[in-house]
């Protein structure tokens, strides 16, 4: 496991500044900068290196998948063979249904599965038809699988940033 | 937001946008221009658009997205089978602790999954043996391994 990254006090202002969005300009850095009165090379010079380092995965954004007709989705889960688990999963990763995708750990007996995917759907029967989709691109390499639909959201909280200063 | 936007409330344009730019904006000082360049419109535009696309609710969020495991946080999915009888009072239980970060019920014999989100990995294993005392029930842990991001496409 890599060490984390150190910030500065800068580094943090920036992310502070940043946190709710970018501004909506053709310039946003530009615009961030002039908030902390630094020079706009220095903005896009830390926010660089800070992607570079991993803080900041990348500066995008996130679509409401409810907004966009995504009303169903299900965790998918997948018992694939260890030995091409990497390589599966990026295919499945690279699905434009699939949200989210993970290895993780097996808990057996109970749990079998090791690779997790997030797929969204119209209605639970499309979501249903792209989890047959996934198991056609897994092939024998799958050697069971399960779908985990959500009934309740039963807490969520932000993101607390650790040490923001 | 749980609803759905009306079919025509997106235009080509707007799916374009919303397809490129979940891969990332480069870090420059005119970051929209390629994908204007490409969209066939003012950089102006595409920051209307963005604007646009937020106010009505087809985007959550436009900026920098953090990790905070590199921040040095720590994250793990867990899950419980929680008995049905008992599905109220053991949420309540989780639910107390500031370590879990959401929580979701889900249809299947592990019935319970939620995130814990802690400042250091050591804790992550404090404060899932806390919520196994405090239940009772066994906390099976499913830390990431590896990530596969590649996000989620409109229909262009």
């Not at chain 1, 249904?97 to 057996?108: E, I, K, W």
């Not at chain 2, 759905?4 to 490129?20: E, F, G, M, S, V």
């Not at chain 2, 309540?92 to 990995?121: D, G, I, S």
Request: hydrophobic fraction near 45%.
């Amino acid at each position: 496991m890599t060490p984390p990254a150190t910030l500065d006090a800068t580094d943090r202002r920036i992310l502070k500044a940043t946190a709710s969005g970018l501004p909506l300009t053709p310039h946003p850095f530009e615009e961030v900068a002039r908030w902390l009165f630094l020079p706009e090379n220095e903005v896009i010079a830390r926010m660089q290196a800070m992607q570079d380092d991993g803080v900041i995965r990348r500066v995008a954004l996130a679509p409401n998948h409810y907004a966009l007709g995504m009303a169903a989705n299900g965790m998918s889960v997948w018992d694939l063979d260890d030995a091409r688990s990497e390589a599966l999963g990026a295919q499945v990763g690279a699905l434009p249904f699939v949200s989210h995708c993970y290895l993780r750990p097996r808990a057996l007996p109970d749990w079998p599965y090791n690779l997790f995917a997030m797929l969204h759907g119209q209605s639970r029967d499309e979501v249903e038809a792209k989890r047959l989709e996934v198991a056609a691109l897994l092939g024998p390499a799958c050697r069971t699988n399960d779908i985990l639909y959500s009934t309740r959201i039963l807490k969520k909280s932000g993101m607390r940033l650790a040490g923001e200063g | 937001m749980r609803t759905t936007l009306p079919p025509d409330a997106l235009d080509r344009t707007d799916r374009l946008l919303i397809n490129r730019l979940q891969d990332g904006l480069p870090l420059v000082h005119a970051p929209f221009a390629a994908v204007a360049a490409e969209a066939g419109i003012p950089e102006t535009e595409v920051v209307d658009r963005i604007t646009h696309l937020r106010e009505i609710g087809a985007i959550t969020r436009f900026g920098p997205f953090l990790d905070a495991e590199a921040m040095g946080g720590a994250f793990c999915l867990c899950a419980m089978a929680v008995p049905e009888g008992r599905f109220d009072e053991v949420m309540t239980l989780v639910n107390a602790h500031p370590e879990v970060a959401h929580n979701y019920e889900r249809q299947h014999k592990l019935n319970m999954w939620f995130v814990l989100a802690c400042e250091r990995p050591g804790q992550i294993a404090e404060a899932a043996e806390r919520i196994e005392r405090e239940a009772g029930l066994t906390v099976l842990r499913f830390p990431k391994m590896k990530e596969f991001f590649i996000g989620f496409r409109v229909e262009a």
